[in-house]
């Protein structure tokens, strides 16, 4: 009897560490579900439980494992983790979570086939499938990994950013502002403002994103109630439609980045984590996407932004040429590549 083609996915999302493991993570199990293999999610905690149900679309809902363990001590849940590994049979497990140690994987390892998304470098990962999907990874720095797919062609991103043709306009109508799913600087707010004093993006359509966990939520509610022309979105199901109505964008360095790259949307990114400054750096070398800098340290980020915006506004021949090496860098495939991957380490093993 082969491997069941079955996969444990295992991740947290909370208000300490954002939503972006969960929403590359669901990526991933969007197509794998398409491609016919069962997907399950174990969690730390029915916060992240809650907050990755709230991202489900409809017909695509995966069952959830909460742990009930603290997602910062990954040693804290070898018993339950391996008591449910027992319980559901799974063909491997796919990891994401920047807490985890050596002896934890080596711990799944010998239980299971393991896979590892990795931008961090934090040790040399003793997994059998390594995922990097940095614009410009250091490949010497992976020994143990058995198996490694490398480069932006492996960013997972939604099925929906897949195949998409961008277009972009001589003028400007509509831009997308997202600044993370927590937004603890609260740049939206600062910057929202600026754009309202300019005559050149006061008659600008904006799309602020600020799920439920975005520390401005209230103070942008009150600001678009007072100005039509910027609207809130918080729950989004259909984001590269959304993405593909506009004409600029600002977004943290993050996922929501990589599906404007996907969409060929012209940005201008920023960084609020650690982990963003790498991605922010790659894709202004590779991608000529404009960085203003990090929310913590850069005096007047929002004005940066803002001029940046509009600069990028008055450029309609340099905004084609951003959009074109955005979209070439990440073409919206990514979660497909990574889950024919994973059938593979399931079907028949690595090398």
């Given amino acids: 009897m082969g491997i069941k083609k079955s996969i444990l996915i295992r991740t947290d999302g909370n208000p ?20 016919e293999v069962s997907v399950f999610f174990a969690v730390a905690d029915e916060v992240s439980a809650g907050l990755l149900r709230s991202f489900f679309q409809s017909g695509e809902e995966f069952p ?19 008591s449910l590994l027992s319980e559901i049979a799974i063909g491997g497990i796919l990891v994401d979570s920047y807490f985890i140690t050596p002896a934890y994987l080596e711990m799944l390892k010998c239980r299971t086939r393991t896979a590892y998304i990795d931008d961090l470098y934090s040790f040399d990962y003793p997994v059998d499938l390594l995922i990097n999907y940095d614009a410009v990874v250091s490949p010497a720095f992976y020994h143990k990994a058995e198996w490694t797919l490398f480069g932006p062609a492996y960013t997972p991103l939604r099925k929906q950013f897949a195949g998409i043709r961008p277009i972009v306009s001589p003028r400007i109508r509509e831009v ?9 600087c609260h740049l939206a707010e600062s910057l929202v ?5 300019s005559p ?3 008659d600008w359509r904006c799309h602020i994103l600020a799920g439920p966990m975005h520390s401005g939520r209230k103070a942008l509610e009150k600001l678009t109630h007072s100005h039509p022309g910027f609207i809130l979105h918080g729950h989004v199901e259909q984001m590269a439609a959304l993405m593909q109505r506009c004409d600029l964008a600002v977004s943290a360095a993050g996922t929501t980045l990589c599906e404007l790259c996907a969409a060929g949307v012209p940005t201008v990114s920023f960084t609020m984590a650690d982990n963003q400054l790498v991605t922010a750096r790659q894709f202004e ?4 996407v404009p960085y203003a800098g990090d929310v913590r340290t850069a005096v007047n980020l929002p004005s ?7 600069r990028l506004a008055s450029d309609y021949e340099g905004r084609k040429s951003l959009s074109s090496s955005m979209h070439r860098l990440i073409d919206g495939n990514g979660a497909g590549r990574i889950a024919d991957a994973l059938i593979r380490l399931l079907d028949q093993g690595i090398g």
Avoid: F, W
């Avoid at 959830?64 to 391996?82: K, N, Q, V």
């Avoid at 403002?193 to 004093?197: A, F, G, I, S, V």
């Avoid at 070398?285 to 000529?288: D, H, L, P, Q, T």
């Fill in 16 to 35: 300490d560490i954002a939503t972006g493991h969960l929403m590359r993570c669901l990526s991933v199990a969007q197509a794998l579900h398409d491609k």
């Fill in 64 to 82: 959830i494992y909460p742990l009930h363990t603290d997602y910062r001590c990954p040693e804290s849940e070898s018993a339950p983790l391996s």
């Fill in 176 to 184: 997308l502002i997202s600044t993370g799913g927590t937004d603890p």
């Fill in 193 to 197: 403002n600026l754009l309202l004093e």
């Fill in 200 to 202: 050149v993006s006061r």
């Fill in 285 to 288: 070398a590779c991608a000529a």
């Fill in 304 to 310: 940066v932004l803002c001029r940046t915006l509009h």
